[in-house]
């Protein structure tokens, strides 16, 4: 007589499915935690320690030389405050263009949507490249303006194709066609219904940009010369190169090259730490709606 499997084709019971399962997200954890785990423990670590295979759970030779010497850059805090500048305009923007772009876009009916989708897609496989982008940002005037770092790249085309696929797919079209009857204008639905009801996508793409943003320190390489402008990454890119290039002209006397190499390894994990952290604590105030954005965003066959 066979038993009865409660449902589950993989004749597996409930009971053992909810341990493999659990089994599964913890290794899956584990995997993607541990890096950022093993930097944060490696920062506190003598490198050498590291290197050695010393601090595979635990810190091996604490100490905190590598903080201190990022945090006593005289630069830091203006960078972090640069960051936080652009992150936040950045984001706005990013965010704002998104909108205006896919809402259109998702209209049906829309004269020429076909070739207008074509057009953005065309810009995701081909650019012009690095210096041609630069001689037009120049000729602008942008060049040590910081809208040098939002205006090149103000639509993100697969952020704007995931948008376009949620107001397609999870905003009832007859509740806009109803407004469209009682006489509401595109840009009264656009703002009045659209926006509200499309939070979780907004939110994903909130913290997309904000990690775009937050992490972008090549455009400001380019674009932002001087270092009174530099965002945090670019700050913490100078202090590592200062340090390498101090333990590059060190004499070989006792000591000297050794202890400012090792410096340069702990201000390298150090500066991995001091960049992702922001985004660390901001994350879990949005993570609720990421996973719905993300999946009512996706395409539907």
Known sequence: ???KNNGNPSGLSERTSDIILVVMSVVI?????YPLYYVLIASVSNPYDVYAGKTFLFPSGFTLDGYKAVFADNNLLTGFKN????????TVFSVVMIYLTAYPL???DLPGRKYLS???????????????????????????NIWALFLPGGVAVGNMIIVRNYFENSIPKELLEAARIDGASEWTIFYKLVVPLSKPIMAVMLVYSMVAYWNDWFTALIYLPGVEKAPLPLVLRN??????????QASTISGGYAELNKLTEMIKFSSIIVAAAPM??????????????????????
């Open 1 to 3: 007589m066979n038993q």
């Open 29 to 33: 954890a584990f995997i993607v935690a």
């Open 83 to 90: 960051s936080v500048i652009y992150t936040v305009i950045g």
């Open 106 to 108: 998702s209209i049906k």
């Open 118 to 144: 074509l057009f953005f897609i065309f810009t995701m496989y081909f650019g012009g490249g690095l210096i041609p982008t630069y001689l037009i940002v120049k000729q602008f005037g942008l060049i040590n």
């Open 239 to 248: 202090v590592l190169i200062k340090s390498s290039v101090a333990a590059s």
């Open 280 to 301: 660390l604590i901001i994350f879990p105030f949005v993570q609720k709606y990421f996973e719905k954005g993300m999946m009512a965003g996706a395409v539907k066959g």
